[in-house]
């Protein structure tokens, strides 16, 4: 994700970190390469040109920016959808671990109040290192990448065994959490009324998952987005058939500029349709899992936490 301050008027243009330029760069290359022949072809061979209106590419052209708009608009609320729900992970990890705490005492539920220790100590170090095991599973999940060395910190020797043989490592992890907290309900650490509030924060956590992996497993139409493609294709390739005759040596850089229109928002879109990579688009997936990580690292009262995650060249990944 990109994080950088907005530039000025002046340095807007110069910009190239974090723009879609360097992506889209060939199709407006060959867009201008189109305007140059057919302004070459006019000027020398006029009869081999083609001789068009500008009226069918305004046409076609508002048309071609209303279905890029609702398209780019769907792609937005996809990826503004997928933040919301890393926000509320943040709020359940933080919510679990501290209700853990509250809740998982020595001492009988309803007694004086006490600093837990022993067995207590046990569960809200368990319950927390899940928590933050389970964010860096989510992200690698959602990335189709390996989350073994990521993890590991975060789990006992037994769970790394058992985790080998585990498909859905996030699903797995839910349910240590869950057995946590059945194992302390049987020891009677926490009351029955709080072991439910614990469960509820775990549910939401499944929740979460279960709305990326929607988003992540539920791309756009591939029909829409074919459609779209093709005709920002045929219209930027042609545009100069309808533009040599009134604009002449302009040609290749007007359609250079509204290839860069076009081919920038389509580009944009299709970026913002899956937020869960690692493009400099992307959600900082990594930066809010190392949020959790030290946010839970430090209700456990760890002398030495993990720095944040900074943006390198103003890409935070």
């Known amino acids: 994700m990109i994080v950088r301050d907005k530039p000025n008027a002046f340095m807007l243009f110069f910009v190239v970190q974090g723009s879609v330029v360097p992506v889209i760069a060939p199709q407006i290359l060959i867009s201008a390469f189109v305007a140059i022949i057919v302004h070459l ?15 069918p590419f305004v046409l076609l052209g508002v048309t071609l920016s209303i279905f890029l708009g609702f398209r780019n608009r769907a792609s937005y609320e996809r990826w503004w959808e997928a933040r919301k729900q890393w926000g509320q992970l943040i709020i359940d ?3 679990i671990a501290r209700q853990a705490q509250t809740y998982i005492v020595d001492a009988p539920t309803g007694t004086t109040s006490q600093l837990s220790s022993g067995k207590a100590n046990k569960y809200h170090r368990r319950i927390a290192l899940l928590a933050v095991a389970f964010s860096h599973a989510l992200r690698h999940h959602l990335r189709d990448t390996d989350s ?4 590991a910190p975060f789990l006992t020797e037994l769970d790394k065994i058992t985790i080998k043989t585990v498909q859905h490592i996030p699903n797995f992890i839910l349910n240590l959490l869950g057995a946590e907290i059945r194992t302390a309900l049987q020891n009677n650490l926490i009351g029955e009324i709080s072991a439910r509030n614990l469960e509820e924060r775990i549910t939401a956590m499944a929740s979460v998952l279960a709305a990326c992996e929607r988003i992540h497993n539920t791309p ?11 005709t920002a294709y045929i219209y930027c390739f042609t545009l100069p058939f309808g533009l040599v005759a009134s604009l002449g040596v302009l040609t290749p850089f007007v359609t250079a500029v509204i290839a860069y229109t076009f081919f920038g928002l389509d ?4 970026e913002l349709e ?12 990594s930066s ?3 949020t959790i990580e030290i946010n839970l690292l430090e209700t456990l009262s760890e002398p030495h936490l993990p720095a944040p995650l900074l943006p390198k060249k103003y890409n935070l990944s």
């Open 93 to 95: 990890t933080r919510s």
């Open 41 to 55: 072809g006019y000027l020398y061979l006029p009869s081999f040109i083609p001789d068009f209106t500008v009226t």
């Open 274 to 285: 899956g937020p869960f990579g690692t493009s400099p688009h992307d959600l900082a997936l």
């Open 148 to 151: 073994t060395d990521d993890i």
């Open 288 to 290: 809010m899992s190392k």
């Open 220 to 230: 756009l139409p591939f029909a829409y987005s074919l459609l779209l493609h093709r």
């Open 267 to 270: 580009a944009l879109g299709e």
